[in-house]
């Protein structure tokens, strides 16, 4: 913080449990992550190398030691890591992962059906030597999954040693936990916190009126993922109220009575 600045709230600080910020790397260069890190690292928890950018990215081993360095959790996409399971490569996987110094990987099933026994068995295997995020939701926009199954297949890949799951959205932010409009299900949200902690689960969250909604929902230190690397800052002042979205959700009651407020886009459309 460049000034002290009152009823800000709390955020958690590295290394956290809640309040996490995943950014998605679809290929920066060496140069473009420096200059990220050089403004970004101290908001940034997770770094996911895209899909399968790892595979075709020059100097992808110089760069995760970048990041390493400036304290960042990095992994490959869990597409990469469908694309060696569908081969049955899956030694292959780990041998690539450990040779780029990795020790954080993704199990999913977005690309590809994986029956979830199969899937909790791997990631049980896994877990035993890396940090595990798991993804629950497919990349279809076809394929829905009904409330109850996104809560026990989360339960149980939580249990079969997984440190967060991942809800689901792409990189587009038009399927999973959203509509193909980008609102949030909420019903679905709703119904997956009845029976999963907060804290466990990272919500993809892309677009910024998704960051908005789930701040509003949760509060500042919710987890959120698939961030562009030019839209941490943006975000963090989204948590911290220093954006108009968010601008009276931490102030006191007594400060914001009788300050004209301007309606949110959101509550203009439902208008």
Same mark, same amino acid.
């Given at each position: 913080m460049n000034h002290s600045l009152n009823h800000l709230p709390e955020r958690t600080t590295k290394p956290r449990e809640s309040g996490l910020t995943m950014v998605m790397d679809k290929g920066l260069s060496l140069r473009q992550a420096e200059d990220f890190l050089e403004v970004c690292a101290d908001k940034v928890d997770l770094l996911k190398l895209g899909f399968g950018t790892s595979v075709i990215t020059p100097n992808v081993r110089e760069k995760i030691k970048i990041y390493q360095d400036a304290g960042l959790i990095v992994y490959p996409g869990g597409?990469?890591?469908?694309?060696?399971?569908?081969?049955?490569?899956?030694?292959?996987?780990?041998?690539?992962?450990?040779?780029?110094?990795?020790?954080?990987?993704?199990? =999913?099933?977005? =690309?590809m059906v994986i029956e979830e026994d199969d899937k909790c068995e791997m990631i049980q295997r896994l877990s035993k030597g890396y940090r595990v995020l798991s993804e629950v939701g497919?990349?279809?926009?076809?394929?829905?999954? =009904?409330?109850?199954?996104?809560?026990?297949?989360?339960?149980?890949?939580?249990?079969?040693? =997984?440190?967060?799951?991942?809800?689901?959205?792409?990189?587009?932010?038009?399927?999973?936990?959203?509509?193909?409009?980008?609102?949030?299900?909420?019903?679905?949200?709703?119904?997956i916190l009845a029976k999963v902690k907060l804290e466990d689960i990272l919500w993809e969250a892309p677009q910024k009126p998704q960051q908005?909604?789930?701040?509003?929902?949760?509060?500042?230190?919710?987890?959120?993922?698939?961030?562009?690397?030019?839209?941490?800052?943006?975000?963090?002042?989204?948590?911290?109220?220093?954006?108009?979205?968010?601008?009276?959700?931490?102030?006191?009651?007594?400060?914001?009575?009788?300050?004209?407020?301007?309606?949110?886009?959101?509550?203009?459309?439902?208008?």
């Open positions: 597409t990469l890591f469908e694309a060696f399971f569908v081969r049955k490569q899956l030694d292959d996987y780990l041998r690539f992962v450990d040779a780029l110094g990795l020790e954080c990987v993704e199990v =999913s099933d977005g =690309s497919s990349k279809e926009a076809g394929i829905l999954i =009904s409330p109850n199954k996104w809560t026990t297949m989360m339960q149980k890949e939580l249990e079969a040693g =997984s440190w967060k799951v991942i809800a689901e959205a792409r990189e587009s932010g038009n399927v999973g936990i959203y509509r193909p409009n980008g609102t949030a299900h909420t019903a679905l949200v709703r119904r908005v909604w789930f701040l509003k929902q949760f509060g500042a230190n919710v987890n959120l993922g698939n961030i562009g690397p030019h839209d941490v800052i943006p975000l963090e002042c989204l948590r911290l109220g220093l954006r108009g979205d968010t601008f009276f959700d931490h102030l006191p009651e007594a400060m914001a009575e009788g300050v004209r407020q301007i309606p949110d886009e959101e509550a203009l459309a439902e208008e």
